[in-house]
């Protein structure tokens, strides 16, 4: 039986994949895995093929699950010179100032595509050809430069973008200008990459052809990854952390995702939000629970690093604190995709690239992340992880059952900011009361930690006079706080899909095949 299905995603382009798949018959996770896979075709500089992700999935009847496509740390049987070399340190203006490390020596082994795959067998409906076609027609026929990924490429296409010759190609004119928003791309290989990807499966990426380019690439920039560190990864199911609001059960990634258990942390901290919604005192208190958990986050990660389970187990462990309602053990290249079908079929993707290490595969169209080069996930230094080893992520696609078979998947990209937009997201619909499209719109607060220590960046709306940090104000809405993405299932079985509006998000439910 095929059932209607809502999806949200980063752009128009991805969620008509998905819509497409559903009216072939597929269901919710083939609708996410179609706008996945176009996502990184398309999301140019925000995400692409050789991203990292994690997958939320929940089908009635059955417990909810999450699949590990997390970044892998590259360098089995490497040479020592190899570890923290071909890396170039990179600062950029965006958000208040970043710095991260690009180059070949940043790439780590993007689990994606495995994850995807995964996916598909275990609960989708439709053949693996048949939900790459999608992206397949979009790179044929050319796309255009997306809002979010101009935004970013304005502060990354000369630093991150613009190094590489085959790189710099694509998003430049003939003067070395970036291409304004809207301009047609076509990025030479991806075609092929997404017909071999199609009729080879999702094994291609890591031990067929495009795994042996991909490895063969780094190798020769003087990278750690090779292709048995390819041959060597699997997408890996595991059991999510299960976190209580009320009368809804959330589902988050576990270790060694970072972002999973700093939300539920964030969630026990956090007690109850006034019904009438934010006032000084309740937005004093979300400004101070994000201060304590990031905190201590630091702190823990000064001992047993991002990746380890102890590490997240004492970050639970604390933030409990004698509360119940958890069981279970700062980038813009991050995409979000939720979908949820009649049935109650739920599944959450989020995707990430880092920020992009700048090399674009010769001859494939596959931009390669610099996850390794991410100096917030990785405290203990550059190739500091053991080969083998899957690094921690701020990304935490949530899938959550509510009251009267109430279902909802919801996500965001955005780095740190992606655990503080769905704890808002989260608390504005199942506490506040907000709608789902007030809720993703509803004004946000992040705290950070600046040169001069901790302090709260908050969009206009949101009064201030409760909060014990300095402020960082912004004038509006930003992409900055994230672009989550959400569908609900109402008890009654009706369909709500809605899209941030801080992002070039698109949002819709697609009628049965």
Partial sequence: MTTAVGVAGPSEIAVRAGAEVTEAGGNAVDAAIATTLAAMATEVGIVGLDAGAFITIWRPGEPPCVIDGGIGM????????????????????????????????????????????????????????????????????????????????????????????????????????????????????????????????PESFYTGRLGAAIAGCVDTGGGLMSLADRQAYRAVRREPLHCVIDDWEVAVPPPPAIGGAALAAMLLRMGPVPVAGWDASAVGRLAAVQREVFARLRDLAGHDGPAADVFLAALLDWARDGAAGVTGRASPSTVHVSALDAAGLACAVTASSGYGSGVLVPGTGIWLNNCLGELELNPQGFHALAPGTRMGSNMSPVVACGPGGAMLSLGSPGAERITTALLQVLLNFMRVGHSLEEALAAPRLHVERAAAGWQAAVEPGLPLEGIALPVRAFEALSMFFGGAGAVLRQPDGELVAAADPRRQGAALVAPAG
Wanted: a neutral charge.
């Fill in 74 to 201: 590259p360098g089995l049987g490497r040479d020592a010179a190899r570890f923290g070399a071909a890396g170039r340190p990179v600062a950029l203006d965006y958000g208040g100032g970043m710095q991260t490390i690009v180059g070949h020596g940043a790439v780590g082994v993007g689990g994606a595509v495995a994850a995807l795959g995964e996916a598909s067998r275990g609960w989708g409906r439709l053949a693996w050809p048949d939900l790459v076609a999608p992206a397949a027609a979009r790179a044929r026929a050319g796309f255009p430069l997306g809002a979010a990924s101009s935004t970013w490429l304005q502060y990354s296409h000369r630093e991150i973008f613009g190094w590489q010759p085959e790189s710099a190609a694509v998003l430049h004119d003939r003067h070395g200008e970036l291409l304004p928003p809207g301009a047609t791309l076509h990025v030479p290989g991806l075609p092929a990459t997404l017909a071999t990807l199609a009729q080879d499966g």
